[in-house]
């Protein structure tokens, strides 16, 4: 069975690209030797270096979130804390006034009758 022409130029258009990918090139080198290098492993290698920065810089900016919240989280109970404090102190104030004014309504009450 044959393969439809497209099929067979697209196969043979992979084919050439894969091979192309991983020949290897001759160089001269300062001192006159050859030297081998696939343009391949070094397009594979600068994709990884690729990678591995984004990721890098990915981590760094997660540190960075996580501290920034860890921060606006210590913020947050300290001004909560402050809070609870000004509440105490302010319940304590109104329960010793609303007392006092109590005991001054009775007394001045008691006196005029």
């Known amino acids: ?5 497209s099929e067979s130029l697209e196969l043979r258009s992979t084919r050439s690209k894969k091979r192309a990918s991983v020949d290897i090139v001759h160089s001269d080198d300062d001192d006159g030797h050859l030297t081998r290098e696939s343009t391949g ?3 594979v290698k600068k994709e990884l270096r690729e990678i591995r ?5 990915l981590a760094h900016k997660d540190r960075e979130q996580r501290y920034n919240d860890e921060e606006e989280n210590e913020l947050k109970n300290d001004w909560m804390l402050a809070a609870a404090v000004l509440d105490r102190i302010c319940a304590i104030a109104f329960t010793v006034v609303f007392i006092g004014v ?3 309504f009775l007394l001045v009450c008691a006196m005029h009758s």
Request: proline content about 6%.
């Open 53 to 57: 920065d984004l990721l890098e810089s």
């Open 41 to 43: 492993i070094e397009s």
């Open 102 to 104: 109590t005991v001054t």
């Open 1 to 5: 069975m044959k393969q439809p022409a």
